[in-house]
């Protein structure tokens, strides 16, 4: 499930890049999903990270301190571990602010550490669906996200 919810994620950012989904949007949006063999729970779980996602980093300073030019090049270990199509992956959730630099090196460090042999890009999905929803580091569940310690919800 949580794959599914990172692909509809990325789905989301390539089609709504600054998060402007009107409610207009939605019920095609759903339709157009569902036809692809996605649930309507892994839909609005994605809306519901997406929509926070985007608020949460409207709303955040950049906590890396890099550039947006900046660019994260893997070393001989990660190089081995990490398929290319893994890292590309990383790239273009960074070049679609899904991920920040600093969050992308975190997920390539547990990519390593817990990977196994190869990590490929549906093993990079579950370290990006584990790290976006772990509010230890700051993910869309902390009680850090001012959009959710503001709205009222209780997320334990």
């Not at 030019?69 to 270990?77: A, G």
């Not at 190089?79 to 992308?104: D, F, Q, R």
């Not at 230890?136 to 009222?152: K, M, Q, V």
């Amino acid at each position: 499930m949580e794959q599914h919810i990172v692909e509809i994620l990325v789905i989301l950012m390539r089609a709504y890049p600054e998060g402007d989904i009107r409610p207009d949007d939605f019920e095609p949006l759903a339709n157009n999903l569902i036809s692809l063999g996605y649930t309507q729970n892994e839909i609005e779980t994605a809306l519901f990270w997406f929509y926070n996602r985007v608020e949460y980093r409207r709303s955040t300073v950049k906590p890396d301190g890099l550039s947006e030019t900046s660019f994260r090049c893997l070393n001989d270990y990660e190089k081995m571990v990490l398929t290319p199509e893994a890292y590309g992956y990383l790239i273009e959730l960074n070049h679609l602010g899904l991920l920040t630099l600093g969050e992308m090196d975190t997920i390539i460090e547990r990519a390593v550490v817990m990977g196994g042999n190869r990590v490929d890009a549906d093993d990079i999905k579950l370290f990006i669906a584990a790290h976006i929803s772990d509010p230890s580091e700051g993910g869309l569940l902390s009680s850090d996200n001012p959009i959710l310690r503001n709205s009222g919800d209780k997320y334990h």
